[in-house]
C-alpha cells in the first residue's frame, strides 16, 4: 500500500519511472491496494474501503482510495497498455497488475 498516499498526478510519475524499468517486450509492475466498488457493487468490505478513504482524506494532502475506472486513469496515463484486478477474498487488497 504506497500509491494511496499520492495524488493522481504523483502516482503517474511514479507508476511511469516502473514502466520505464520493464524491459519491452515482458514484464508487469504489480500493485497491492484497496479498490473502491461503484455504487452497486457491494461486499463486505466496502464501509471498511470506504473508512479507509477517509482516513487517506485526514492523514495525507492528497492520498485517496481509487475505483477501477480511477486506477484505469492512472495506469494507462502511466504508459501501460493494460491492466487486470484481482480482488482478494476475506481482504480488502486487490492485486492490480500493469502490463506495457
Not at 47 to 53: C, E, Q
Request: aromatic residues 8%; contains cysteine; proline residues 2%.
Amino acid at each position: 500500500w504506497v500509491l494511496h498516499d499520492w495524488s493522481d498526478e504523483e502516482c503517474i510519475v511514479i507508476l511511469r519511472k516502473c514502466r520505464e524499468a520493464i524491459p519491452e517486450g515482458w514484464g508487469k509492475v504489480i500493485i497491492a491496494e484497496a479498490v473502491i466498488g461503484e455504487k452497486d457493487e457491494v461486499d463486505k468490505y466496502n464501509d471498511v474501503r470506504l473508512a479507509l478513504d477517509m482516513v487517506m482524506l485526514a492523514h495525507t494532502e492528497k492520498g485517496k482510495e481509487r475505483s477501477i475506472e480511477e486506477w484505469e486513469y492512472v495506469v494507462k496515463s502511466a504508459g501501460f497498455s493494460s491492466f487486470t484486478v484481482k480482488h482478494i477474498h476475506s481482504s480488502i487488497v486487490s492485486v492490480i497488475q500493469a502490463y506495457p
